[in-house]
């Protein structure tokens, strides 16, 4: 995922999205194509809200609503005293890293971008919130593309098409 994201070049070999290759894309606009939840969200000191809206600033309440919805933080959200007004901490110290994890997808399904990456995106769910997340990144990919990293099964069982990286050989 951080080759698809340029954050590295190959050492060996080339990237392509469709038959363009990966380093004849403008990076900055390539990155507004794509949106990426890695394991580990990095969350401001700031409100929950405004934590959703990094992935696009001139959302509505109510499309960070159904971001958090289909993300299922939102009826967590609502049992704080401040729902979306809540401030997280620093660095996201006041939520656990499961809530931390939702809000990560939340900013992704408010992005609306044409590709998804998810790394681990369940890793650190219960079997419910899992569930419930999967069924939302099945909902989200009708005209979209999604590279999921998981080492769940019942998380990888969602993908139309599943590749084995075995001793940094993709198989």
């Known amino acids: 995922l951080k080759l698809l994201m340029r954050f590295y070049d190959p050492l060996r070999g080339v990237i392509q999205i469709g038959q363009t290759l990966l380093t004849d894309i403008n990076t900055s606009n390539m990155r507004h194509m794509f949106a990426y939840v890695t394991q580990e969200t990095v969350l401001f000191h700031d409100s929950i809200e405004n934590n959703i809206k990094i992935a696009d600033y001139n959302a509505t309440r109510e499309e960070v609503e159904i971001a958090a919805k289909k993300a299922s933080i939102h009826d967590f959200i609502m049992t704080l005293p401040k729902g979306y007004d809540t401030n997280v901490g620093e660095l996201g110290d006041l939520l656990s890293d499961g809530e931390k ?3 990560g997808l939340a900013r992704a399904f408010l992005c609306n971008s044409p ?3 998810l790394d ?3 890793s650190n769910l219960d079997s419910l919130n899992e569930g419930n997340i999967l069924k939302s990144i099945n909902e989200a990919k009708h005209g979209k593309s ?4 998981s080492h769940r ?7 139309d098409e599943a590749y084995t990286v075995y001793r940094g050989r993709l198989s």
């Not at 099964?153 to 993908?159: P, Q």
């Open 153 to 159: 099964k019942s998380t990888a069982k969602i993908a």
């Open 146 to 149: 999604i590279v999921l990293v």
């Open 115 to 117: 590709m998804i990456m």
């Open 101 to 103: 994890q939702r809000i």
């Open 120 to 122: 681990e995106p369940t």
